[in-house]
């Protein structure tokens, strides 16, 4: 059974390490002592919202998509598919809609997208990384390019 505190850890550390941010750098930038932050990352500690909004605010990583990640992990783990969330408020306004485009079907083992051509063709923006989260290779979390 995967516990909401470790989803949360799991996906702040993939957004920070993704950035090729230190524990420090993030917890300096959002105001945490780096311990808290590494107890919060490793699923220790449970993060308030207000705590969790400061750590997202310094990765510039929309709350929504921190919740979304981790409701994916979590329904993963029940066995459910969760659908693609609507953003609305200020999140809308950073995200334009075809930021997170419908996911394509998965590909069949061993298949993988060679390139940004075929990428843009399946609606993946040229500028986006994916990163592969361990321990849960099947899982893509897109990360929009700085």
Not at 62 to 71: A, G, H, K, Q, T
Not at 83 to 110: F, I, V
Request: net charge negative; proline share 7%.
């Amino acid at each position: 059974m995967t516990l909401l505190r470790e989803a949360i850890g799991d996906s702040l550390r993939r957004a920070r390490l993704a950035q090729h941010r230190t524990l420090r750098e993030v917890s300096t930038s959002a105001r945490v002592s780096l311990g808290y932050l590494s107890e919060v990352e490793r699923g220790r500690k449970e993060a308030s919202s207000e705590l969790l909004a400061s750590i997202c605010e310094a990765l510039d990583l929309p709350l929504s998509r921190v919740l979304w990640d981790v409701s994916t992990l979590m329904a993963g783990a029940d066995g459910s598919a969760p659908r693609e969330p609507a953003l609305t408020g200020p999140a809308a306004e950073r995200e334009p809609a075809t930021a997170a485009p419908a996911a394509p079907a998965e590909p069949a083992a061993g298949e993988a997208v060679a390139s940004a051509e075929q990428g843009a063709r399946i609606g993946i923006a040229e500028d986006t990384r994916i990163v592969i989260p361990a321990p849960r290779a099947e899982m893509l979390v897109l990360v929009k390019g700085m």
